[in-house]
């Protein structure tokens, strides 16, 4: 589960309470990068004695009285189908719209047949200011490359097509970004499912999502560029590659439909929000996959894990490789409240803070095996604006033009991970000059 998966469902999860026993509160925990600014509720007036509703504990004392439990809304069970089926399954009438990220030989055949620049983008939640935001000021400084390959992971992959469609979306992008609130992404309410609806994402995307954008994706894939996003297809356990390019290739309804639902799916953070169903057939069979936040199966994508791998002696078939981190890498110091959420939230974001490093490491052993310019950006250090909840739009407008002017400067990217304490700063490296050294 990525660090802002993990923020959001914990800030959600501890909403409930507030639903039932106040629901004026209406303030979230931060998100993966933000200080937020708490609020708390006043306490609930307990019952006098003799008042109906009123018990005492064995020594005594006011207790509250007993809430009445609300039973969910009962869903239809799922059509049940088999681990063979599902591996067998594709999209009706689109069987080229994704394969399982850990298939090698999917993998490569779904590359370019020439290698180019790679564009990778990580999960974040609102974070994701930051790269719509250097992406934007890459273009500004004449730095930013056609990428040839570009994938995204929860986050990353609402700004993954903007991106890859071209510099005429960078508005759009802005936009997505830096104009949106927590009441644009879901509304408070659990369901059968999860502890929000994200009704209003789906009609978000329905809007930004359009079939314009759809024909300039298909475009440039018949160009033979390539656009990949991850979600994670929770029957199976296993993280799924959509080739996007593809989908919008086939046209028409059907393919921007499942172009949408496959972005909703991606960003769906499991408990948290609804998950994505997803129809597709195997032999005949038809039934319905449950797909959710590509960040559970890793916080980015740019190969399939055997490839990877540092026993592997695969070679990237890329020119340069971007990654872009829409988190910070380095610890952040914050006194934890002593509540539940509060402390699950801190201790897998550290968790997941450390994996992601992992990730980065891995990716830079690959990109050096392969003699392939490394290139990483992530939130710096140095932004601390603080933040009134999730989607909070002054917090992200503050971190897109973080973004931008990092990636407008001389020097956007970092040519190796960053290290560890108690080392030297990592080297900082001008793309245009690693772009010109090979």
């Not at 475009?219 to 199976?236: C, E, P, V």
């Not at 991606?266 to 449950?290: Q, R, T, Y």
């Not at 897998?348 to 980065?360: I, K, L, N, S």
């Not at 931008?404 to 001389?410: C, E, I, Q, R, V």
């Amino acid at each position: 589960m990525s660090m802002d998966a993990c923020r959001t469902m914990c800030a959600v999860a501890a909403l409930l309470p507030a639903l039932i026993l106040a629901p004026a509160l209406t303030v979230l925990a931060p998100s993966a990068h933000a200080q937020a600014v708490r609020t708390q509720s006043p306490p609930l007036p307990l019952p006098r004695p003799g008042t109906p509703g009123h018990t005492r504990d064995r020594k005594g004392r006011n207790e509250p009285p007993p809430i009445a439990a609300v039973p969910p809304p009962q869903l239809p069970p799922r059509a049940a189908f088999t681990a063979a089926e599902d591996a067998a399954a594709v999209v009706p009438g689109i069987p080229e719209a994704r394969f399982w990220a850990d298939s090698v030989a999917e993998f490569t055949n779904a590359l370019p047949s020439k290698p180019g620049p790679w564009l990778v983008l990580s999960s974040g939640g609102e974070d994701g200011a930051f790269g719509a935001g250097l992406l934007n000021g890459l273009n500004a400084s004449g730095k930013r490359p056609e990428y040839s390959v570009v994938t995204g992971v929860s986050a990353g992959s609402l700004i993954a097509p903007f991106a890859f469609a071209g510099s005429a979306y960078d508005d759009a992008l802005r936009d997505a970004f830096t104009k949106i609130t927590a009441a644009d992404i879901f509304e408070l309410g659990a369901t059968p499912e999860s502890f929000v609806d994200t009704w209003p994402l789906k009609q978000l995307l329905t809007k930004e999502v359009t079939p314009a954008l759809l024909a300039d994706i298909a475009a440039q894939h018949r160009a033979g560029r390539r656009l990949f996003i991850i979600t994670t297809n929770l029957d199976a356990q296993r993280s799924v590659i959509w080739n996007m390019g593809a989908i919008a290739a086939h046209g028409g309804d059907e393919a921007l439909n499942l172009f949408r639902s496959v972005l909703l799916a991606s960003s769906s953070v499991p408990g948290a929000f609804p998950p994505v169903l997803i129809d597709v057939e195997a032999n005949g069979k038809h039934f319905a996959e449950m797909h959710v936040d590509g960040g559970v199966g890793g916080q980015f994508f740019v190969a399939p894990a055997a490839l990877m791998s540092a026993m592997s002696d695969y070679r990237l078939p890329a020119t340069q490789l971007y990654i872009v981190v829409n988190s910070g890498l380095e610890p952040s110091f914050e006194v934890v409240p002593q509540s539940t959420p509060s402390i699950l939230a801190q201790s897998v974001g550290m968790a997941v803070q450390v994996d992601t490093r992992f990730m980065v490491d891995r990716a830079f052993m690959l990109a050096k095996r392969s003699n392939v310019g490394f290139n990483v950006a992530s939130i710096p250090p140095t932004f601390n604006t603080p933040s009134r909840g999730p989607f909070d739009p002054d917090y992200m407008k503050a971190l897109f033009q973080t973004g931008y002017d990092l990636g407008n400067s001389a020097t956007p990217f970092s040519a190796e991970p960053p290290r560890y304490s108690g080392s030297s700063a990592p080297q900082s490296v001008d793309p245009e000059k690693a772009g010109a050294t090979r």
